[in-house]
């Protein structure tokens, strides 16, 4: 069973950043040998992926809305997945959800960007 945790979501006023952790624990689970996704939903709207990145951390892949602003990274050593977010936007406001191997889910973490 892989556990995902989320934090670092908070209130910021547009144009402003923020940084998301996913700290991944579970028996027997390798962090290094699996691919993770950011995902988001916003209120009234389906959830959407944001950003993907291989278990190297070598190649990354991001929706249109946030490609250039946003920046998924990981440490396959402390178990982490990050999600540095700049020039936010009204529109980014959501829950983002951290996701990884076996259907496994995190919490969600509020980011909220409001003037």
């Known amino acids: 069973q892989v556990k995902l945790v989320e934090s670092g979501g908070g209130s910021v006023q547009s144009g402003g950043s923020l940084r998301l952790s996913c700290a991944a624990s579970?028996?027997?689970?390798?962090?290094?040998?699996?691919?993770m996704n950011w995902y988001r939903q916003a209120p009234g709207k389906e959830r959407e992926l944001v950003a993907h990145?291989?278990?190297?951390?070598?190649?990354?892949q991001y929706a249109d809305s946030v490609k250039g602003r946003f920046t998924v990274s990981r440490d396959n050593v402390k178990n982490e997945l990050y999600l540095q977010m700049d020039s936010l936007k009204p529109e980014d406001t959501a829950v983002y959800y951290c996701?990884?191997?076996?259907?496994?889910w995190g919490q969600g973490a509020q980011v909220c960007v409001c003037s």
């Open positions: 996701a990884g191997p076996f259907e496994s």
């Open positions: 579970g028996s027997g689970y390798r962090f290094d040998w699996y691919a």
């Open positions: 990145i291989y278990d190297t951390g070598t190649t990354t």
